[in-house]
């Protein structure tokens, strides 16, 4: 693959948080790199509430999946795709048991038909390698 293969955006998504584009195609299909809840003009994670030191104390999880799926959104049509060509997702949730409910209602807004939906794969984790309670990990078929 060559380098102009790689999407990498400014400014419609939040920069990645290492050395990594935020998406790669091969062939006829785009691999997003882990999309997670901050926002692109401030670096801040949607819905976090945080003490004068920085501390979290509260996340709130609708705020930061919504935050996810703009991102997602914004990757995908800056390589001229949408959520409709999404064929594979696996979602990270730093607390599965409280946060799965609230993050598969809003899943439901976006794919409210599952013969039409990606699929899917939650998974609980300990930690995601930035302060935030949710990250997507998305494939797409893009349209020739």
Known sequence: MSESDSIILKGHAPRPVGSYPHARRAGNLLLLSGIGPRDPDTNQVAGDVRDADGKL???DIEAQCRSVFRNVRAVL???GAG???LIDVTV?????PHDFRVFNEIWAEYFPDPANAPCRTTVGVSYLPTPIAVE???VAVLKS
């Open 57 to 59: 104390l509260s996340y």
């Open 77 to 79: 049509t800056a390589a």
């Open 83 to 85: 959520l409709e060509d």
């Open 136 to 138: 997507m990990k998305c």
């Open 92 to 96: 990270y949730l730093t607390d599965l």
